[in-house]
Nanobody, 126 residues
Framework: QLQLVESGGGLVQPGGSLRLSCAAS????????IGWFRQAPGKEREGVSC????????NYADSVKGRFTISRDNAKNTVYLQMNSLKPEDTAIYYC???????????????????WGQGTQVTVSS
């Protein structure tokens, strides 16, 4: 019954924007750090961006810095990933994950998580 559900994926043109949502069901996200991960064709899973339970700390992969923004609304039990200036290389399945962690770096770099969503496909193409 503890679930994370992603939404907002789809097809977008290069240079466009997309906002992904990760909503928790069956538990509150108040005490969890949340991370966005992606799996691109032919590549290993990578941490895209992570945010602390309070929203006070964030972490971004070098490839998305300046283009992506992670945020959370604990009142709505939801975390967002705003993706701007999208590139074809951003094409991947995006997953959100929740974890009780020490630092957001540990989540994004080491993949320390407890729950995973089902993933949502993001395709950037003309």
């Amino acid at each position: 019954q503890l679930q994370l559900v992603e939404s907002g994926g789809g097809l977008v043109q290069p240079g466009g924007s997309l906002r992904l949502s990760c909503a928790a069901s069956g538990f509150t996200l108040d005490y969890y750090a949340i991370g966005w991960f992606r799996q691109a064709p032919g590549k290993e899973r990578e941490g895209v961006s992570c945010i602390s339970s309070s929203g006070g700390s964030t972490n971004y992969a070098d490839s998305v810095k300046g283009r992506f923004t992670i945020s959370r609304d604990n009142a709505k039990n939801t975390v967002y990933l705003q993706m701007n200036s999208l590139k074809p290389e951003d094409t991947a399945i995006y997953y959100c994950a929740a974890g009780l962690i020490t630092t957001v770096q540990a989540m994004c770099v080491m993949g320390q998580t407890d729950y995973w969503g089902q993933g949502t496909q993001v395709t950037v193409s003309s």
